[in-house]
């Protein structure tokens, strides 16, 4: 079977020379770190799991450290 | 003529020095005003905390300085992080931190919300109110003592009034489950005219304009309230909790001078038992992996707070 292949049109192009910048935008990875250090301090000082205590150092570095770079996206 | 200063000033300048700079560029120049500034700031900052993570890889102690430092890797971060005390620290620091941010944020807004009303003393009222703010921990956390006593407390005086229970039969700082509450009050006392005072720039920030717009169309006070006030002085607020939230979770002088960590250890917060592990027990290295620990999660607040600061910037 052939496929016709035709030539990428000029959005079609622009379209895949932007989509990886789409996804290091920095809104959302922020917000997702940030997430991630609430979420490590939550874990860090809640008083049910100790499992939870155990890791939340983890979490809050992971956070922390994202946030130092995705500070750094474009927006 | 006139020769004007900064010609006086050149001629000043010594010929070795002239000769020297002449051939600086701007840039070089800035630089050179700004090094010794960068060099302290390294030194005093940056190295310290450097040598803290080198040292929370190892099992110093600072009380043998000549006995060689062995590296023993996460140990110190693993043995903090599974050690049921520390965790019940953690506990105490976080009941303390919730219950002050409450009190303080629903406190320090009625109280904004009413001086924001002009009445007549409203300005001594502030300054009287603001006052608990400016007084040194640890005075306040020594009178705080003498009104918690049994005895001949005044605190137990009025809640004893108030209840009809006898004042001399609870110590607010020597029970167990009364002891978590001393601090907060305490602090809740101090602390929450800060409160006060940003909600109170919060609110004389909104327009006159916006009420007025709004009583034309009809809307009523709790509308106003919940529609105009709220949500503009709610930056404000997010900036007094992270404000708040920040220097509670270093709490350190205040429950030290109140409560010393007591009863057992209740009251002891992060800042406390860090301050224990490291110049009472001797532990360095494992102290400063706590301290990273610490470190961290104030880090990872305070980005969050510059992300809040900057969002009230750009409205």
Redesign the interface.
């Known amino acids: 079977m052939i496929l016709l292949q035709t030539r990428p049109t000029e959005g079609e192009r622009e379209r895949k020379s932007t989509a990886p910048r789409r996804i290091f935008v920095r809104g959302p990875w922020e917000m997702g770190a940030s997430i991630l250090i609430g979420l490590g301090v939550l874990m860090l000082m809640q008083p049910f799991f100790l499992w939870a205590y155990t890791y939340s150092f983890i979490v809050l570095l992971i956070g922390t450290v994202g946030f130092i770079i995705v500070s750094h996206f474009p927006e | 003529m006139s020769i004007k200063p900064i010609e006086r000033a050149a001629s000043a300048t010594p010929q070795s020095v002239a000769r020297k700079v002449r051939g600086l560029s701007d840039r070089a120049i800035a630089w050179l005003f700004v090094a010794p500034t960068i060099l302290l700031l390294l030194a005093i900052n940056i190295f310290p905390l450097i040598w803290t993570v080198r040292l929370s890889f190892t099992n110093f102690r600072v009380n043998r300085p000549n006995r060689e430092a062995d590296f023993v890797g996460l140990r110190n971060?693993e043995r903090i992080?599974?050690d049921?005390d520390i965790?019940v620290t953690?506990?105490a620091?976080?009941h303390f931190?919730f219950w002050t941010i409450v009190l303080q944020v629903l406190i320090g807004f009625t109280l904004a919300y009413l001086i924001n009303k002009k009445f007549r003393g409203s300005d001594l009222w502030t300054t009287v109110i603001v006052l608990p703010m400016m007084l040194s921990p640890a005075v306040v956390g020594n009178f705080w003592t003498f009104l918690y006593q049994p005895q001949i407390g005044l605190f137990n005086y009025v809640v004893g009034f108030l209840s009809g229970t006898d004042p001399s039969g609870f110590s607010m700082i020597g029970e167990v489950a009364l002891a978590p509450w001393a601090i907060v009050i305490v602090d809740t006392w101090m602390w929450t005219p800060f409160v006060m005072l940003i909600c109170l720039a919060g609110l004389r920030s909104i327009p006159e304009s916006i009420y007025e717009a709004a009583e034309c169309d009809r809307a009523s006070k709790w509308r106003q309230f919940w529609t105009i006030t709220i949500p503009m002085v709610l930056p404000f607020l997010m900036l007094a909790v992270l404000f708040r939230g920040i220097e509670n979770f270093k709490m350190f002088d205040l429950v030290v001078q109140l409560t010393g960590g007591g009863p057992g250890s209740t009251t002891e917060l992060t800042s406390i038992n860090l301050k224990r592990e490291a110049f009472e027990k001797w532990r360095t290295g494992y102290a400063s992996a706590y301290a990273v620990?610490l470190f961290?999660?104030v880090?990872?607040?305070a980005?969050?707070y510059v992300?809040a600061l900057n969002k009230v910037k750009e409205r």
């Open positions: 971060y992080l599974t049921g965790w953690m506990q620091t976080a931190l620990i961290v999660t880090f990872g607040l980005s969050i992300k």
